[in-house]
Every structure is written in C-alpha cells, then in structure tokens.
C-alpha cells in the first residue's frame, strides 16, 4: 500500500519512538509535580526519571474520567491537575457531568491535524466542520487541526440541517468533520431536495460509531470516510488510515490498555480501558487518564507503513459499576477478590434478579476445579463486597475477551 505520511514520527523505529516518548514523559511528570498542585500531592514520592518503562508508567495512578467532576468541585476550576490560568489558555469547555477542560495557545492544541491528513484533507481545502462549537470543544478541536493544515473551515456547528446543505451547494467544500449520523441526513436532505453535494470527497468523523454499511455506502457516492478516536480531557488519541486496520494511536500520546477498575495492563489482544497520557501538554498536564472507554491492542503494525501501536476502537464503557442489594459493587473489588487467589486467571460478576431477589454469582476461570476454592471465594465476596455470593468455575478462556468485569444482566429484564 502507497501512502502519504504526515511526519517522520509516524514511521519511525518502535525503540527510538520508546525512547523519545519516555524522555517527554519524565518532563511531563516533573512539570506537572512543578506546576499542578493534585500532581504534586499524588506524585510526592516519584521520581521522574525513573519512569522508563511501561512497567514504571503502571505503577502510577490512574485519574479516572468518572472522578473529574468530584475532583473539579473540590478544587476550582481544574481541579489542581492544570498547570494554567486565566489569560494563558485561549478558551474554556464543558463537558457533560460539569467537566471543564482548558485549550492553551499552542497549534493545533488537541493533535487533531494528524488524523486529519490520514484521512485526505489537505492544505487549501475548504472544510464544512458539523462538530458542536458551543460549551463543548468539538467544533475548536476540528477547526484547529485544520488550520494546522492549511485549510478553511466553515463553522456549520449543529443543526440548522436545510441551511448548512444550502451552503454545501453554495461553498462547494471538499470535506466534512462531524458525526456520521449528521452527515448521513445531510446527504439525505440534500438528495431530497435536488441539491448538489457531491462536492464532498473526505469525511473525518467521531463521536458515534461508524458502521462498515455506512462507510461503504458513502464510498458508492465518492466520499472517503475515516474515524478517529479523541477525547475532551486529552485530545486526539488514535485515528484510522487509508489501511482500514485499526486505528493508530497517536504520536502526541502513550495509551495502556488496563483492567476496568485497575491501573494494571492486561495482556495483548484483551479487551480492557483506554487509559492516556498526553506528551509535552503544559497545560494540562494528565498523567495515566482513564478515559471509561473500552478497547484491545492489535498486533503487528498497519499496513499503511505507521509503526506505532494500534487499537481495534470504542468497544464500549469500562465503568461498570452497579447496585446489589443497595450496596455499590464495582470492578476494583472484582480485582481486589481476584488478587486473594492466584488460582484464578480471570473472573466477571454476575449480577441477576431472579423471583425479584438481586443475586451475584462470579465466574472464574481456572486450570482445576476445587471445593476448597470455592469456598474461599466465596468467602472473599463475602469480605470484599459485604454481599453475598455464588462462585461458578469456568474454563481457561471461556469468558468472552469483551472487557466486562460486571456483567448486570437486569438491565435487560
């Protein structure tokens, strides 16, 4: 496969990118111990130069998505993990849950410019970019990426679906950025009232899944359309290219795969959450950012000739946590249980409702069956949760590999 690359950092050697990265991670972490006062409580007694190695990197904490609004009421307004203020940051967002998020002054803050040329846009291209611009920092996460590129945007926002196809007509952009669902009306609309879009060959989009139908459909019409995968708390985290492969995680970041409830890798190819760290972000400087969102490492390198890592995508929410009984049981203590027997390989909860009365019964795989065992597992559900439980011995891998800890099976009665 031929294809462009936007850097030399997209192809380079995995050691020199190894090195590189951690040399940028022990400057994250010492300016974020410096300038971000959580950091400098959380991180009191590491060293940074002693985070060499995706085994040191793990034993850091992880600050979960989920916790942000609790830690940002605390401490207004970033809750002490900003190393910024007012007048040094160019605007501020929220998201959902009373989440606030900085943009600083540097180009193409949120690395979206990468992606962007992965999936065709390139500089002079006139772009109609249909990410929210209000509160949220879609819309400014897109358009500063283009700018980086070269590009002029359109800022057609949401909604508004009969003027924003009119100025399609009208402008003739060569690109859109936004949901896939919006521009699949778009298309629709336009078709319906005999207006002319066609002027569209690339489409970058996020937010939503993207089915393989979709995409297909929209290549019958000439559009090219690729996903990338970001956030509002860390920016561009990883993108899909002309190989159709996965999606290549981002230069501007390193991303662990861990267990839903845990700082700890799991092993390649299982599913677990996607867990951040941005490089040379001054400032917000986040280190191991637990996103909630599931996903697996791939194999191999993409055939696009990128060598970094890749992910299969948004698999689902890591954050599982459920009521028994009007007791909070979450996947931390699934870990916890699992950790008291080494027996155990892996283990999922589940939680059901039968004749009306809540029920937990944990799944473990292990080599052996054993009376013993199960006693004392369920002797730690017991301990752990404050609940009682059922144990049900499973095979070596016969759990599905699809990141569930805690499987609430009432949620479908």
């Given at each position: 496969?031929?294809?462009?690359?936007?850097?030399?950092?997209?192809?380079?050697?995995?050691?020199?990118?190894?090195?590189?990265?951690?040399?940028?991670?022990?400057?994250?972490?010492?300016?974020?111990?410096?300038?971000?006062?959580?950091?400098?409580?959380?991180?009191?007694?590491?060293?940074?130069?002693?985070?060499?190695?995706?085994?040191?990197?793990?034993?850091?904490?992880?600050?979960?998505?989920?916790?942000?609004?609790?830690?940002?009421?605390?401490?207004?307004?970033?809750?002490?993990?900003?190393?910024?203020?007012?007048?040094?940051?160019?605007?501020?967002?929220?998201?959902?849950?009373?989440?606030?998020?900085?943009?600083?002054?540097?180009?193409?803050?949120?690395?979206?410019?990468?992606?962007?040329?992965?999936?065709?846009?390139?500089?002079?291209?006139?772009?109609?970019?249909?990410?929210?611009?209000?509160?949220?920092?879609?819309?400014?996460?897109?358009?500063?990426?283009?700018?980086?590129?070269?590009?002029?945007?359109?800022?057609?926002?949401?909604?508004?679906?009969?003027?924003?196809?009119?100025?399609?007509?009208?402008?003739?952009?060569?690109?859109?950025?936004?949901?896939?669902?919006?521009?699949?009306i778009i298309l629709e609309r336009a078709d319906a009232a005999g207006i002319d879009v066609s002027s569209?060959?690339?489409?970058?989009?996020?937010?939503?899944?993207?089915?393989?139908?979709?995409?297909?459909?929209?290549?019958?019409?000439?559009?090219?359309?690729?996903?990338?995968?970001?956030?509002?708390?860390?920016?561009?985290?990883?993108?899909?290219?002309?190989?159709?492969?996965?999606?290549?995680?981002?230069?501007?970041?390193?991303?662990?795969?861990?267990?839903?409830?845990?700082?700890?890798?799991?092993?390649?190819?299982?599913?677990?959450?996607?867990?951040?760290?941005?490089?040379?972000?001054?400032?917000?400087?986040?280190?191991?950012?637990?996103?909630?969102?599931?996903?697996?490492?791939?194999?191999?390198?993409?055939?696009?000739?990128?060598?970094?890592?890749?992910?299969?995508?948004?698999?689902?929410?890591?954050?599982?946590?459920?009521?028994?009984?009007?007791?909070?049981?979450?996947?931390?203590?699934?870990?916890?249980?699992?950790?008291?027997?080494?027996?155990?390989?892996?283990?999922?909860?589940?939680?059901?409702?039968?004749?009306?009365?809540?029920?937990?019964?944990?799944?473990?795989?292990?080599?052996?069956?054993?009376?013993?065992?199960?006693?004392?597992?369920?002797?730690?559900?017991?301990?752990?949760?404050?609940?009682?439980?059922?144990?049900?011995?499973?095979?070596?891998?016969?759990?599905p590999n699809d990141g569930k800890v805690i499987d609430d099976l009432r949620k479908l009665e």
């Amino acid at each position: 496969m031929t294809t462009e690359h936007y850097d030399a950092l997209e192809t380079r050697d995995p050691a020199v990118r190894a090195r590189e990265q951690y040399a940028q991670l022990q400057r994250q972490i010492a300016y974020a111990k410096a300038h971000a006062p959580a950091f400098a409580e959380s991180l009191a007694h590491v060293d940074p130069q002693s985070i060499t190695t995706p085994q040191a990197l793990a034993q850091l904490p992880v600050i979960r998505k989920s916790a942000l609004a609790d830690l940002q009421k605390r401490s207004r307004p970033f809750g002490g993990l900003a190393a910024t203020r007012w007048g040094a940051m160019r605007r501020v967002f929220a998201s959902p849950g009373g989440i606030y998020e900085p943009e600083g002054e540097r180009a193409d803050y949120w690395r979206l410019a990468r992606a962007l040329f992965a999936a065709g846009f390139r500089k002079d291209d006139l772009v109609h970019n249909c990410f929210a611009y209000h509160l949220t920092p879609a819309g400014s996460m897109l358009e500063t990426g283009l700018h980086a590129l070269g590009c002029t945007v359109f800022p057609g926002g949401t909604g508004q679906t009969e003027q924003q196809v009119a100025a399609i007509g009208d402008l003739r952009p060569a690109g859109y950025v936004g949901t896939p669902s919006f521009l699949r009306i778009i298309l629709e609309r336009a078709d319906a009232a005999g207006i002319d879009v066609s002027s569209i060959t690339k489409a970058l989009v996020s937010a939503e899944p993207f089915p393989a139908t979709l995409r297909d459909a929209w290549i019958g019409r000439g559009i090219q359309g690729y996903q990338v995968y970001a956030t509002a708390d860390v920016g561009a985290v990883a993108y899909e290219t002309p190989a159709r492969d996965g999606l290549v995680v981002d230069e501007g970041v390193i991303v662990e795969i861990v267990r839903p409830g845990t700082g700890e890798p799991v092993p390649a190819g299982e599913v677990g959450e996607v867990v951040v760290t941005p490089l040379a972000n001054a400032d917000y400087p986040l280190v191991r950012f637990g996103t909630g969102d599931l996903s697996a490492m791939l194999p191999g390198e993409s055939a696009c000739g990128r060598t970094n890592v890749r992910i299969k995508g948004w698999l689902g929410r890591a954050d599982q946590t459920t009521k028994v009984k009007g007791m909070f049981v979450h996947p931390g203590q699934v870990d916890a249980i699992v950790k008291r027997h080494p027996e155990v390989r892996r283990a999922r909860l589940v939680v059901d409702n039968p004749e009306g009365s809540d029920r937990m019964i944990l799944h473990v795989e292990v080599c052996n069956v054993d009376t013993l065992l199960a006693d004392a597992i369920v002797a730690s559900i017991r301990d752990v949760t404050k609940l009682r439980g059922d144990v049900l011995f499973r095979s070596i891998d016969e759990l599905p590999n699809d990141g569930k800890v805690i499987d609430d099976l009432r949620k479908l009665e």
